[in-house]
């Protein structure tokens, strides 16, 4: 398996849908999770953790499941400005500083 | 707060030729890092530096060298520009590399080498 492995995509979908992206890790030990947007040709921002009892921000729901390894994310209503891609991030830990970028999904919302 | 701010934006190089990416921050953060992304791919890790006076090498570093003088700057240097460099690089930093930090991009330099 993939260190982190994400949804090829793309995804095109209208405004208003409701769209899930997945992500699976495969080191056990890894300790922190996120999802970046990067949008065409800018640097990737932090959209938001992932915790492992779940967390939500306005449309956005992140989850957690360390037992089969997968983080999600879930966007509801959405607008013509969540069209980006979406990078799922795993912090392995450990005394070297250790992220792995997924390679990311790309979503784009149609009018 | 100008952030992370990187230099230049875009640049074309001839195999061979060497250039520095400029990086600095006004942050006053500790740690920084240099990333390369090639199309339809991860980031990856090519340097960071935990302080001033002090790098480390990433994921795929061969073919760059980084300084850290002070804690606003860190620089990338290309010695021998080659094809397989081409790339677009960010610069990032954090206050601490705690396993939950996030971190901050600069917008980034688009290189190509022909």
């Known amino acids: 398996r993939k260190e982190v492995e994400q949804d090829p995509g793309p995804f095109n979908v209208p405004e208003g849908a409701t769209v899930a992206f997945n992500c699976t890790y495969s080191?056990?030990?890894?300790?922190?999770f996120f999802w970046y947007r990067q949008d065409c040709r800018k640097e990737p921002k932090l959209l938001m953790s992932?915790?492992?009892s779940g967390n939500e921000d306005g449309r956005f729901t992140a989850q957690l499941n360390r037992a089969s390894q997968y983080i999600s994310l879930l966007i509801r209503d959405s607008k013509l400005s969540d069209s980006a891609t979406y990078l799922c991030?795993?912090?392995?830990?450990?005394?070297?500083?250790?992220?792995?970028f997924g390679k990311g999904t790309l979503l784009t919302v149609n009018p | 707060n100008a952030g992370v701010t990187q230099t230049p934006k875009f640049r074309i190089l001839k195999i061979g030729q060497s250039m520095t990416l400029q990086c600095a921050q006004d942050?006053?953060?500790?740690?920084m890092y240099w990333y390369r992304q090639d199309p339809g791919m991860g980031l990856k890790l090519i340097y960071y530096?935990?302080?001033?006076?002090?790098?480390d090498k990433g994921e795929v570093p061969n073919g760059y060298n980084v300084s850290r003088s002070t804690t606003e700057d860190f620089p990338l240097r290309l010695e021998l520009a080659a094809p397989s460099q081409t790339s677009v690089y960010f610069c990032?930093?954090?206050?601490?590399?705690?396993?939950?930090?996030?971190?901050?991009f600069g917008s980034g330099t688009q290189l190509s080498v022909l």
């Open positions: 990032a930093s954090s206050y601490s590399d705690r396993h939950n930090e996030k971190l901050f």
């Open positions: 080191n056990s030990a890894s300790q922190s």
């Open positions: 992932v915790y492992s």
């Open positions: 991030v795993v912090h392995s830990g450990g005394s070297n500083y250790k992220l792995t």
């Open positions: 942050m006053n953060h500790n740690y």
């Open positions: 530096s935990v302080g001033a006076g002090i790098t």
